[in-house]
């Protein structure tokens, strides 16, 4: 049996020459769509990325997008675009930003986004949290936290669902990897930020989708994740965006008659 070249498997800048240009996309789109609607911003700590931009559409369920970058890279503004097919539907949109690593511990930015998600849980409102590549781990991580434990005066309900978009749920293959340069990760430290060996939140529903054209460990990270916390309770799914790599897999995010868009407004009002 072959060895996995993790390296190979994980980069995905490598792996897709033309991201440059995605991304930049992603910014001119994203900027576009703040000018025409513009957000509120919120405060959840005292960082300058300590802030939340709120896409309002709506009183009812709130779904949270939460941005990726190898937990490295990039903030919430290169996402504003992908509030535009829900808001459609007349469902509001929060995108949060947080500090990047080295500066910051994955842990850290965990705890980050549940400081977010109380603040938006405080507005009185369910959330569906959803997300990319770490945002996609960082989305499951709340589902599977106990916000009874972390603060039991938080109205119910809190955090409902998940919808991981190319989500990373297991993080020990990363410790040998370029990526780990700014992570400093090892194999303690990434076990106990990986949500795939969490106390799965039973009763709750996570989706897990994938770009057809990802690598089979992308693939195998939310088959994975899909097939254990399924086992344990959780209403789960594994789905495949055909045709995406990993950074044209958010795309149906702004369509607002994407089958993506579909799944979150069910997970909305669900």
């Not at 509030?83 to 995108?95: E, K, M, W």
Request: aromatic letters at 8%; charged letters at 20%; glycine letters at 8%.
């Amino acid at each position: 049996m072959n060895a996995v070249d993790y390296e190979v498997e994980y980069n995905n800048r490598a792996r897709v020459p033309e991201h440059p240009a995605l991304i930049e996309g992603w910014a001119r789109d994203a900027a576009a769509y703040r000018a025409q609607h513009a957000p509120r911003r919120m405060a959840y700590g005292p960082g300058n990325r300590h802030t939340i931009d709120v896409f309002e559409r709506g009183e009812g369920p709130l779904v949270v997008f939460i941005h990726g970058g190898y937990w490295q890279a990039l903030d919430g503004s290169f996402f504003s675009h992908c509030a535009r097919g829900l808001n459609a539907h007349g469902i509001s949109v929060a995108v949060p930003s947080y500090d990047l690593c080295p500066a910051v511990t994955i842990a850290d930015i965990i705890g980050q986004m549940r400081d977010a998600s109380r603040e938006l849980a405080r507005l009185g409102r369910s959330l569906v949290m959803s997300g990319h590549s770490a945002g996609g781990h960082l989305a499951a991580c709340m589902l599977a936290t106990d916000w009874s434990a972390f603060d039991a005066s938080l109205p119910k309900p809190r955090v409902t669902s998940a919808y991981a978009i190319s989500g990373l749920f297991e993080l020990g293959p990363l410790v040998e990897t370029s990526i780990n340069k700014a992570l400093h990760l090892d194999a303690a430290s990434a076990r106990a930020t990986s949500p795939l060996f969490w106390q799965p939140p039973a009763g709750a529903a996570m989706d897990a989708v994938v770009g057809e054209t990802e690598s089979a460990e992308y693939h195998r990270q939310s088959r994975a994740i899909v097939e254990q916390w399924g086992a344990a309770g959780v209403a789960t799914r594994f789905g495949v965006i055909a045709a995406a790599n990993h950074f044209t897999a958010i795309a149906p995010l702004a369509d607002p008659d994407s089958a993506m868009v579909a799944r979150l407004r069910e997970l909305a009002q669900g």
